[in-house]
């Protein structure tokens, strides 16, 4: 990914910024933690429970589905 964004001469953004009323402003989509605040107005909050939705419906998911052992 780092060296797409130098590709792209994407500035280096570690962390997205609040924009004052709440909302996260992120600089590109290109993260999975960014992939919701680029394109919908979430909160700090809202995103990480985002987030946790996303890992423990993964995380069931592995659990159930049987592996190639």
Not at 5 to 34: C, M, Q, S
């Amino acid at each position: 990914m780092y060296v797409y964004w130098k590709a792209k001469k994407y500035p280096h953004v570690k962390f997205g910024r609040d924009r004052g009323d709440g909302i996260l402003e992120v600089p590109n989509p290109l993260t999975l933690k960014w992939v919701l605040p680029y394109y919908f107005n979430l909160t700090e909050k809202q995103a990480t429970y985002a987030m946790f939705l996303l890992t423990s419906f993964f995380c069931i998911l592995g659990i159930l589905v049987p592996g190639r052992v």
